[in-house]
């Protein structure tokens, strides 16, 4: 697995402002410190990781967040007739 591909996955566990405040320590230089402990382990397991690199992982992430939030959803709801098996 390539960084990038690893920073696409990793966005995906995060929530989008936790992300963004990442984002902005790593381009700050600082080392993140995140107000939810899993979050920082995650975090630092994930900057261990790919420390070889760390300086190309902001712009990488930043990618991988706009794609996230581009992302297609889909949300069925359901406006039909009441039945038994869809309650209203």
């Known amino acids: 697995m ?9 966005v995906e566990e995060l929530p989008v402002s936790l992300t963004q405040c ?10 993140p410190a995140l107000p939810n ?16 690199v760390r300086h190309e992982l902001p712009p990488m992430l930043e990618v991988a ?13 359901w406006t039909g007739p009441a039945t038994a098996a869809v309650p209203r």
């Open 22 to 31: 990442l984002i902005q320590q790593l381009r700050c230089g600082l080392d």
């Open 65 to 77: 967040l706009a794609a996230k939030l581009v992302a297609p959803t889909t949300e069925l709801v």
């Open 2 to 10: 390539t960084a990038a591909e690893a920073c696409l996955e990793f």
């Open 37 to 52: 402990p899993r979050y920082q382990g995650r975090v630092d397991e994930f900057l261990r990781q790919w420390a070889p």
